[in-house]
């Protein structure tokens, strides 16, 4: 193909940029084309926000009495009647430390999976990355989630935990969750357009995934010749990672959260890579 | 000029239902890349054909075409001529299947009014989740804010959610946004079909200010008269492929063509299975040609408001009937009856004609109509049985062409006195009787 002549044109500026394919190619020019999408990105997990407590009497209250009352059944049932050790910690704060972040992330997934098929109106009708809708979803998640993280400082004043400098850590530690979400939702919301099949299975990987995380249990619990599989669950080392830096005062497991950090980065990276393969092909499906 | 807009031997595939075999397309076929190979080792191309295989459709077969900087470009052609898949590929909603598509400058899709609007959100909420969608920023929308709500003459109702607004209101709501986007490259999808006349009138108008001030502005619409109206260039589609790109005025006119022929072909086919069937018409007298006429007897599809028009159709007789009835109705793009007309209602008394005989019917109008999509009906009915003889539903339709910037569905003509001078001349259609009165002289022996 010989390349378009650009000749001067009156009254247009003179440096014209050369005609451009309509997408990007590559996964940085992808992020950089998303970077400059992040104004919408802001306004449609707001809007996620506002639309979700509208009309509703409780508004926000509902972000902390989701994990809130988890966090007393789990007391009830897995303290009181089973005495599962907690770690020296008062198992309401022991729980619900881990009951936060782990709402944050099971939440994310529920509402990023059907995001883009909800929208099928907006994907049929004009462009911008296909990835924005979970990534808003998750961002609407993500102000839960800084609600529902005062209750934990209430509560560890209340029970007079001692809170180190070691809390420090903890943006690391939202960093990598917010990571997890995001790889898992992106894969999960693009597989949901072609086999909406993913919304019932979902809830159920959610649940197994709760209990193969050291959300009722510490993770001293597992037998130690598990222990390294285990770890191949990045929640598990992003829990106990919070249980530490919180309650313990304790640094965390460097080694474990090296390999938790390793396995997010993965799921992000190829998370992305496997939704923008698909992502063309969406407003054609759906 | 450069263009801003090329399209490269584009096609597009559709699959129907098939949702498994999208994902089958991404699992290597080994005899596919193998057969692919080879012909490409013997220089033969590759390419598989168009032909649409069990469950697919090419929307789009190997179209290119280019648009400069500023054009309007109008885009025609019926239902399913891959006229919407054109502008979704160049917005980027969709990929082509093959061919390259590019384009230079803030491309801007109105492919619906109010795309994205939440019925749970305030006007002013929607403004801004809307205003992003399409592409603004925070500090954009904020600066025009107070424009899009006088624009939108909705000032009292912007902290109302749009659950609770009126549909005439929420589409002007998302119309003001949209008209506030400033692109460098607008792609309007029929967002003319929907709303009231004066709305879209205040679009059509819009819209011509967006052309006027250099804006590419690539439209696609079935009202040929917006088309002609604010496109000097229409591409005419057809089954996915371009069939006639020039002057709208000449595509418009080849369009309105080959649609009629079809509809003559289809209608009045002396073996159409259709009127065999029937039993809503006698068949006593048929319909078996029709045509429009300009004042000087040229045949033609589009006049101008206050032009004089001929309707002639032919009627072949089956048997002797006195005194039938012939009648013409004229519909406007959306049904209304402009016109309802036959030699009874007008008092007239046609004569009798025996079996095997013909005759040729014409209606003589003046077409003080507004600008706009017309369609011809015609029939014959016994007038002593009150039975139709042949209904011939838009058998023939034709555009009107507006020669000012006045709106409505009539032309009145007003002639316009300022203190007594008068500054705008009298009823174009006089001019036109005058013209065909000329005519008419001539044609005389």
């Given at each position: 193909?010989?390349?378009?002549?650009e000749t001067?044109?009156?009254?247009?500026?003179?440096?014209?940029?050369?005609l451009t394919?309509?997408r990007?190619?590559?996964?940085?020019?992808?992020?950089?084309?998303?970077?400059?999408?992040?104004?919408?990105l802001?306004?449609l997990?707001l809007?996620?926000?506002?639309?979700?407590?509208?009309?509703?009497?409780?508004?926000?209250?509902?972000?902390v009495?989701?994990?809130f009352?988890?966090?007393v059944?789990?007391?009830?049932?897995?303290?009181?009647?089973?005495?599962?050790?907690?770690?020296?910690?008062?198992?309401?704060?022991?729980?619900?430390?881990?009951?936060?972040p782990w709402?944050?992330f099971?939440s994310?997934v529920?509402?990023?999976?059907p995001?883009?098929?909800?929208?099928?109106?907006?994907?049929?009708?004009i462009?911008?990355?296909?990835?924005?809708?979970?990534?808003?979803?998750?961002?609407?998640?993500?102000?839960d989630?800084?609600?529902?993280a005062?209750?934990v400082?209430?509560l560890?004043?209340?029970?007079?935990?001692?809170?180190t400098w070691?809390?420090?850590?903890?943006p690391?530690?939202i960093?990598l969750?917010?990571?997890?979400?995001?790889?898992v939702?992106?894969?999960?919301?693009a597989?949901n357009?072609?086999?909406?099949?993913?919304?019932?299975?979902?809830?159920l990987?959610?649940?197994v995934?709760?209990?193969?995380?050291?959300?009722?249990?510490?993770?001293?619990?597992?037998?130690?010749?598990f222990?390294?599989?285990?770890?191949?669950?990045?929640?598990?080392?992003?829990?106990?990672g919070y249980r530490?830096?919180?309650?313990?005062?304790?640094?965390?497991?460097w080694?474990?959260l090296?390999?938790t950090?390793a396995i997010?980065?993965?799921?992000?990276?190829?998370?992305y890579?496997?939704?923008?393969?698909?992502?063309m092909?969406?407003?054609d499906i759906? | 000029?450069?263009?801003?807009?090329?399209?490269?031997?584009?096609?597009?595939?559709y699959r129907?239902?098939a949702?498994?075999?999208?994902?089958r397309e991404?699992?290597?076929?080994?005899?596919?890349?193998?057969?692919?190979?080879?012909?490409?080792?013997?220089?033969q191309?590759?390419?598989?054909?168009?032909?649409?295989?069990?469950?697919?459709?090419?929307?789009?077969?190997?179209?290119?075409?280019e648009?400069e900087?500023?054009?309007?470009v109008?885009i025609i052609?019926?239902n399913?001529?891959?006229?919407?898949?054109?502008?979704?590929l160049?917005?980027?909603?969709?990929?082509?299947?093959?061919?390259?598509?590019?384009?230079?400058g803030r491309v801007?899709?109105?492919i619906e009014i109010?795309?994205?609007?939440?019925?749970?959100?305030?006007?002013?909420e929607?403004?801004?989740?809307?205003?992003?969608?399409?592409?603004?920023?925070?500090r954009?929308?904020?600066?025009?804010?107070?424009?899009?709500?006088?624009?939108a003459?909705?000032?009292?109702?912007?902290?109302?959610?749009?659950?609770?607004?009126?549909s005439?209101?929420y589409?002007?709501?998302?119309f003001?946004?949209?008209?506030?986007?400033?692109p460098?490259?607008?792609?309007?999808d029929?967002?003319?079909?929907v709303?009231?006349?004066?709305?879209?009138?205040?679009?059509l108008?819009?819209?011509?200010?967006l052309?006027?001030?250099?804006?590419?502005?690539?439209?696609?619409?079935?009202?040929?008269?917006?088309?002609?109206?604010?496109?000097?260039?229409?591409?005419v589609?057809?089954?996915?492929?371009?069939?006639?790109?020039?002057?709208?005025?000449?595509?418009?006119?080849?369009?309105?063509?080959?649609?009629?022929?079809?509809?003559?072909?289809?209608?009045?086919?002396?073996q159409?299975p259709?009127?065999?069937?029937?039993?809503?018409v006698?068949g006593?007298?048929?319909?078996?040609?029709?045509?429009l006429?300009?004042?000087?007897g040229?045949?033609t599809?589009?006049f101008?408001v206050?032009?004089w028009a001929t309707v002639?159709?032919?009627?072949a007789?089956?048997?002797?009937?006195?005194?039938p009835?012939?009648?013409?109705?004229?519909?406007r793009?959306?049904?209304?009856?402009?016109y309802?007309?036959?030699?009874a209602t007008?008092?007239?008394?046609t004569?009798?004609f025996?079996?095997g005989?013909e005759?040729?019917?014409?209606?003589?109008?003046?077409?003080?109509l507004?600008?706009?999509?017309?369609?011809?009906?015609?029939?014959?009915?016994?007038?002593?049985l009150?039975?139709?003889?042949?209904w011939?539903?838009?058998?023939a339709?034709?555009?009107?062409i507006?020669?000012?910037?006045?709106?409505?569905?009539?032309?009145?003509?007003?002639?316009?006195?300022?203190?007594g001078?008068?500054?705008?001349?009298?009823?174009?259609?006089?001019?036109g009787?005058?013209?065909v009165?000329?005519?008419?002289?001539?044609?005389?022996?």
């Open positions: 193909m010989t390349p378009l002549r001067p044109v009156p009254g247009v500026r003179a440096e014209t940029r050369p394919a309509r990007p190619r590559g996964l940085r020019a992808h992020v950089a084309h998303l970077w400059h999408y992040r104004e919408l802001r306004s997990a809007k996620e926000v506002r639309v979700r407590y509208k009309q509703s009497v409780l508004g926000t209250g509902w972000a009495l989701q994990p009352a988890l966090m059944v789990f007391t009830a049932v897995f303290s009181r009647f089973l005495h599962v050790q907690s770690e020296g910690v008062p198992y309401p704060v022991f729980s619900y430390t881990a009951l936060v709402t944050f099971a994310s529920s509402f990023a999976v995001s883009i098929v909800n929208n099928m109106n907006l994907v049929t009708k462009y911008f990355p296909r990835e924005i809708f979970p990534l808003a979803a998750i961002g609407a998640c993500f102000v989630f800084a609600i529902a005062t209750i400082a209430a560890v004043l209340w029970y007079h935990v001692g809170v070691t809390a420090l850590v903890v690391v530690l960093l969750q917010v990571m997890v979400a995001v790889g939702a992106l894969i999960a919301s597989i357009v072609f086999f909406r099949d993913i919304r019932f299975v979902i809830p990987v959610t649940q995934w709760m209990y193969v995380s050291p959300v009722v249990y510490p993770l001293s619990e597992v037998p130690e010749r222990q390294a599989f285990y770890m191949l669950n990045p929640m598990a080392g992003i829990i106990d530490r830096v919180i309650l313990h005062g304790q640094l965390p497991d080694g474990a090296g390999v950090a997010s980065l993965m799921l992000v990276i190829g998370g890579a496997f939704f923008k393969r698909f992502e092909q969406f407003a759906i | 000029m450069a263009p801003v807009i090329r399209f490269d031997n584009v096609s597009k595939r129907l239902g949702r498994l075999g999208d994902l991404f699992v290597p076929d080994p005899v596919a890349a193998a057969r692919n190979w080879w012909r490409r080792r013997n220089g191309p590759v390419h598989e054909d168009l032909s649409s295989k069990n469950g697919e459709v090419w929307a789009l077969k190997d179209v290119s075409f648009v900087e500023g054009e309007a109008g052609g019926p399913g001529a891959g006229k919407s898949t054109i502008l979704k160049l917005a980027g909603i969709t990929e082509p299947t093959r061919g390259s598509i590019e384009t230079r801007s899709a109105l109010g795309t994205g609007f939440h019925p749970d959100l305030t006007g002013r929607n403004v801004y989740l809307n205003g992003s969608i399409l592409g603004l920023t925070r954009e929308i904020d600066a025009k804010f107070d424009s899009i709500v006088e624009f003459e909705l000032e009292r109702f912007i902290d109302t959610p749009v659950k609770r607004y009126s005439g209101m589409m002007r709501l998302g003001a946004v949209a008209a506030h986007l400033e460098q490259v607008l792609l309007v029929e967002v003319l079909a709303g009231d006349v004066l709305f879209q009138a205040k679009c108008r819009h819209m011509g200010e052309v006027r001030s250099g804006c590419t502005v690539l439209f696609v619409s079935h009202n040929l008269e917006a088309v002609s109206r604010l496109c000097r260039r229409t591409i589609m057809s089954a996915g492929s371009i069939i006639d790109d020039g002057p709208s005025d000449q595509s418009v006119h080849a369009y309105l063509k080959a649609a009629q022929g079809a509809i003559r072909r289809f209608r009045i086919g002396p159409s259709e009127r065999m069937t029937s039993d809503a006698t006593d007298a048929r319909i078996t040609g029709i045509e006429l300009d004042a000087q040229r045949s599809s589009s101008r206050g032009d002639r159709y032919r009627v007789f089956a048997t002797r009937l006195e005194d009835e012939f009648a013409l109705i004229v519909r793009h959306d049904g209304l009856v402009v309802d007309v036959s030699t007008r008092g007239g008394r004569g009798v025996r079996a005989e005759a040729v019917v014409e209606f003589h109008q003046c077409i003080p507004g600008a706009g999509t017309y369609n011809v009906t015609v029939h014959v009915t016994r007038t002593d009150r039975m139709r003889c042949d011939q539903e838009a058998a339709s034709f555009v009107v507006g020669c000012d910037l006045s709106g409505g569905a009539v032309s009145l003509q007003s002639a316009v006195d300022v203190n001078v008068r500054v705008v001349g009298g009823p174009e259609c006089l001019r009787r005058a013209q009165f000329r005519a008419g002289l001539a044609r005389m022996p």
